[in-house]
């Protein structure tokens, strides 16, 4: 149990214009997931946390209105990339956060997607 | 605020050979979680292990194992009898109780060698 996936693994567009991914819950609900980003060879950075049926909560240095977040269920989150440019090439990974149930919550990583602005 | 470790940035060992990933973490909270994430050449982040901070005994999980000294702010990550599919990125990681955000260290990429 716990997987979580999004789509596309991997998308190429032309600079202006906007791309969604979507992250998925596939076996539990999950009331918060997160996004991140991921440079080449370097560790996670948290863009926002997706909480659902409320607005997202952005880290600082984020722009909410480029990385548009909606989490309209208990199992789906998508993180639109609007009026892309190639700096916003990336890899980007989201997790869905299980509640345990004894206080102590787990985030399961969806398997990132890959994308490149040209 | 939080930060996480990780001062070997690459490590390489040969099959079945025992190797010990650092990290160390700074954290004014008394309760909080601790991870290892493996992201494999497939990218796909995979949790390893996780200790409670309030727990003293070192969490296991088959050939993973931690060395969690709390008062150090210490938790290293030993894989015994290493195997090719050990090859992967690390990442250790702190979570506050209380606040879902994780935060990474830069990474330890192993690998092993055949």
């Known amino acids: 149990g716990a997987v979580v996936s999004q789509h596309p693994s991997r998308v190429i567009c032309k600079s202006g214009t906007s791309v969604k991914i979507e992250c998925r819950s596939l076996d539990f609900q999950a009331t918060t997931m997160f996004w991140y980003r991921q440079f080449p060879k370097k560790s996670l950075m948290l863009m926002a946390t997706?909480?659902?049926?409320?607005?997202?909560?952005?880290e600082q240095g984020v722009e909410k209105d480029k990385f548009l977040i909606n989490h309209a269920s208990l199992t789906l989150s998508t993180l639109t990339v609007t009026s892309a440019h190639p700096e916003d090439s990336s890899f980007y990974i989201c997790?869905?956060?299980?509640?345990?149930?004894?206080?102590?919550?787990?985030?399961?990583f969806g398997p990132g997607t890959r994308l490149t602005v040209l | 605020a939080q930060t996480v470790t990780q001062s070997q940035p690459e490590m390489s060992v040969q099959e079945a050979e025992t190797v010990t990933l650092s990290c160390t973490y700074d954290t004014s909270e008394s309760n909080y979680y601790l991870f290892w994430y493996k992201q494999p050449p497939s990218r796909q982040m995979i949790l390893v292990i996780r200790q409670e901070a309030y727990k003293q005994q070192n969490a296991t999980e088959n050939r993973f194992s931690v060395n969690f000294q709390k008062a150090a702010k210490s938790f290293s990550l030993k894989i015994s009898d290493s195997q090719l599919g050990d090859t992967a990125m690390y990442f250790c990681?702190?979570?506050?109780?209380?606040?879902?955000?994780?935060?990474f260290g830069k990474g330890t990429r192993l690998h092993i060698l055949p």
């Open positions: 997790s869905a956060e299980r509640e345990n149930g004894w206080g102590t919550d787990t985030q399961y």
């Open positions: 990681a702190f979570m506050k109780h209380g606040n879902d955000k994780i935060i």
């Open positions: 997706s909480n659902e049926g409320s607005k997202a909560t952005y």
